[in-house]
């Protein structure tokens, strides 16, 4: 160690575990999980070896230099040298970093899975501790009868909100806003985050499901993922709902013809390709979007892809920062947008719509938006849940369609509570 440097922080050990099958929900305990799975793999993690809380202009440039720092003094033990072994960190970002508070996590555990290839990297003393399966039925314990109530607007006033932003646009000051709602939900019994997560993964295996500081659901979309300087996105905006037999799929041809759907998707996927070009040597933009069909709706989807220019000294979080918000989960042009959702929406987000994922000591890692998803009030099993969901507003947007879209978005998390 050089003269005048901090000391080392807990050694970090990754040790493989061959293709053990457990499912990697399974292992989480009741407090402290953090989650980021889909298909059944990822990284599931608990306990705390660190935590950075952060706030501010310079927010999340300021926790890449801890994670860098963090880095740099953990003595590692890794075999595998593969995308989510080593030091890991769990993060979930505000919607506005400057504005809000931003959560940073390093578990004690983490047990990840790639490629069918499973192992468990611990930090400290952690190493002692074993890694303990939990039953589905332990975790499926009953809530009791659940409470609703509405979040910061009501549907009549929120759907007001909506034909304000639509006069709005029509007069020329933003082409695209994305308006949110909330809903309260108070349940007898404690709320078991496995419990949650358990039954979102289940329902939508092709989404990512992610659990950070109380903050869960299960995500479609891929703001970015980094692995060496390949760089990936999935893009969603235009929503439509499922039907049954025929009408399913004269919905699904109506979205994927829709003028104000494909405008709005339109709208996404340039703001995330303008804000990620001036890093990249390459960038593969599809022309035309594809249907994402999930069990509850249907969205235009556009994979996007990228290979980061060798020059570029930007690490995922900066990226992160590059690209958040974009048009799917803010607007266009974004600095109007946000005008509009501070003055309209009429509530704090808080980390909903945020970047969520992880980052590991390599700067690989993958990061969602945190969308079809509630915050636990009052900490793991606590009783008080707040739903979020929220849309793209154009022109031509129907107040009334748009608070069905918000329902059926909504309706993904219900699902996990109400089963």
């Not at 606590?382 to 947007?397: D, E, H, N, T």
Request: aromatic share 4%; with cysteine.
């Amino acid at each position: 160690m050089a003269l005048g440097t901090p000391p080392a922080t807990d050694a970090v050990v990754t040790t493989p575990l061959g293709t053990r099958r457990t499912p990697l929900l399974n292992l989480l305990p009741v407090q402290g999980a953090v989650s980021w799975v889909r298909r059944g793999e990822g990284l599931v993690g608990w306990g705390e070896a660190d935590r950075l809380e952060v706030s501010g202009p310079g927010a999340l440039a300021e926790a890449s230099a801890w994670w860098a720092d963090r880095c740099a003094r953990t003595d590692v033990t890794d075999p595998l040298g593969v995308p989510g072994s080593g030091p890991v960190v769990f993060a979930s970002v505000a919607f506005d970093p400057a504005v809000g508070t931003s959560v940073f996590v390093v578990p004690e555990v983490v047990v990840g899975r790639r490629g069918g290839q499973t192992w468990v990297t611990t930090t400290g003393d952690a190493a002692d501790r074993p890694v303990l399966e939990t039953s589905g039925e332990e975790a499926d314990t009953s809530i009791g009868q659940l409470a609703y109530a509405d979040g910061a607007l009501d549907p009549v006033t929120w759907c007001g909100a909506v034909a304000r932003a639509v006069e709005r646009i029509d007069a020329g000051e933003l082409a695209k806003v994305v308006l949110a709602r909330d809903l309260l939900v108070t349940a007898d019994h404690p709320l078991d985050p496995r419990r949650l997560l358990l039954r979102l993964a289940s329902r939508f295996p092709d989404c990512w499901t992610f659990a950070v500081d109380g903050l869960l659901g299960a995500t479609p979309e891929l703001l970015l993922r980094r692995t060496g300087r390949e760089l990936s996105s999935r893009v969603l905006a235009g929503t439509a709902a499922r039907g049954a037999d025929a009408e399913d799929a004269r919905l699904a041809d109506a979205l994927v013809h829709s003028a104000k759907d494909l405008a709005e998707h339109e709208y996404a996927v340039a703001s995330l390709a303008q804000a990620l070009r001036p890093f990249c040597a390459t960038l593969d933009v599809p022309s035309s979007p594809q249907l994402l069909t999930l069990p509850n709706v249907r969205h235009l989807s556009t994979d996007v892809r990228g290979t980061q220019r060798r020059d570029s000294t930007a690490g995922l979080l900066d990226l992160v920062d590059a690209v958040h918000p974009t048009a799917a989960v803010c607007g266009t042009p974004t600095p109007a947008a946000a005008r509009v959702i501070a003055e309209l929406e009429g509530m704090d987000r808080g980390r909903y719509a945020g970047p969520v994922g992880w980052l590991d000591a390599r700067g690989d890692g993958e990061f969602g938006l945190a969308l079809r998803c509630a915050q636990l009030t009052g900490g793991d099993g606590g009783a008080q849940a707040r739903l979020f969901a929220g849309c793209g507003i154009v022109a031509g947007s129907d107040p009334e369609a748009e608070l069905v879209e918000t329902k059926n978005k909504l309706a993904a998390f219900q699902a996990a509570l109400e089963d």
